[in-house]
């Protein structure tokens, strides 16, 4: 079963343009990331946010997290066509064990 | 190794074989995970191996589905009497656990059963 969603499932978008995309999950978490997959292969960690915090920024990447409302988002500034992959989100549990993904958002950036 | 390794990358197979799926984690990292991807979808849960903890096999979708992990490191996943439906990309990551759960990932195997 899948923790976290991601919305919208897939994002259509011109270069220079912001990305935002949405995770929620159901259950209590230790920590929520977010990663890149390109061309269905292997994922790469982007960032990773912690339950105490609210607001993290890597680059062009920024990332909030509402535990009352078990969500997270992940703006991406000024995109780039080479930002063109899927993105997901993952959570572990509060106990800090499996990490559990979601379906993903596929982000497509024009040139 | 400097990554997660997987072998093979691309593996078909006939319908009722038995197939075997490597992965080589990270050295040091305790946790180990294996995923399912089919085309177009998220990760679906398989397995977990958290250094000398019980596997978490709760993502397995069948006792045609095993896996296991040979001296904290290495990992087999084995499917037997292959079904079409189990056609996919199979990834594993691995972590350093204990709380330290950013995941590495090799690039998948893509398992076509035909």
């Known amino acids: 079963s899948q923790q976290g969603e991601e919305d919208p499932q897939a994002l259509s978008i011109q270069e220079g343009e912001n990305a935002t995309m949405n995770c929620s999950y159901k259950t209590s978490i230790n920590n929520l990331q977010w990663y890149r997959q390109n061309s269905g292969r292997g994922l790469v960690h982007l960032i990773l946010?912690?339950?105490?915090?609210r607001e993290k920024h890597s680059g062009r990447l920024r990332v909030t997290l509402d535990t009352s409302k078990k969500s997270s988002s992940l703006l991406i500034t000024a995109s780039r066509a080479a930002d063109t992959a899927s993105y997901f989100c993952?959570?572990?549990?509060?106990?800090?064990?499996?990490?559990?993904f979601g379906g993903g958002t596929r982000v497509l950036v024009k040139p | 190794g400097a990554g997660v390794s997987q072998s093979p990358s691309n593996k078909v197979t006939e319908k009722g074989k038995d197939v075997e799926l490597r992965c080589d984690p990270i050295s040091g990292h305790t946790a180990l995970y294996w995923y399912r991807q089919s085309l177009g979808q998220g990760l679906e849960f398989l397995i977990y191996f958290q250094g000398n903890s019980a596997p978490d096999k709760s993502g397995l979708p069948s006792d045609r589905f095993s896996a296991e992990r040979t001296g904290g490191s290495v990992s087999t996943l084995t499917i037997q009497r292959t079904q079409q439906e189990d056609s996919a990309v199979y990834l594993c990551a691995s972590s350093f656990g204990q709380g330290r759960t950013e995941a590495f990932f090799g690039q998948g195997t893509r398992l076509t059963v035909v």
């Open positions: 946010i912690r339950s105490n915090e």
């Open positions: 993952a959570t572990d549990g509060a106990a800090g064990n499996k990490l559990t």
